[in-house]
């Protein structure tokens, strides 16, 4: 009865020499069974809650039903360990910038759903890096118009397409400014001014620009006083 009930704590002590004591040895066999099945489970989640997910207990120690309790928590665990294995090398290759393929391994049930989202985040970052060498060389090859398509991205994602947009949207207004200025004036037109809003060295640029023009200017028109006269 007290088998039973989860009490452990008695062995029977039979003094006959008849058939009762072999049911009483039988009765302590199953206690020390039961406690040995306790001492691995209790192992199994001790080292569990430690994080060493990798410890097993050994269910040849066990016989019967009893192995197949133990060997049931050993395949339990493996099939949370193996799917968190593969997703803990995936991020950690993602956090050294190591961008992996996409997982192909089978999960079931909720990690299936691990596996699905590390694979939209795999795809996301793909598709940021590649946007990003994109406009990259765009830039280089002097394609100063290109521009990456934000729809493509989500989230944080977006905002860096963006902000590279952006950039490049700050980086060309001026230059394109320049240009247009240069050209009114390699055609003798000195009329035209960079009037656009710039910070920084972009505002130098405008400042310089202006003033070499209106300096320009100057000097033609005192050139021209100079024939009249």
Known sequence: DKIARGDLTELLEMKTSDEFKQVGA????VVHNIQDLISDTDSLVNSALDGQLSFRADPAK???????VIEGINNTLDAVVNPLNVASTYIDRISRGDIPDHINETFNGDFNKIKDNLNIAIASIRAMVSDTLMLSEAAISGVLQTRADITKHQGDYRKIIEGINTTLDLVIAPINETINVFKHLSEGDLTQRMLGDYRGDFDILKTSLNESLEAINDTLGQINNAVDQ
């Open 26 to 29: 039988s009765a302590n066999s």
């Open 62 to 68: 066990h016989q019967g039903d009893y192995r197949k």
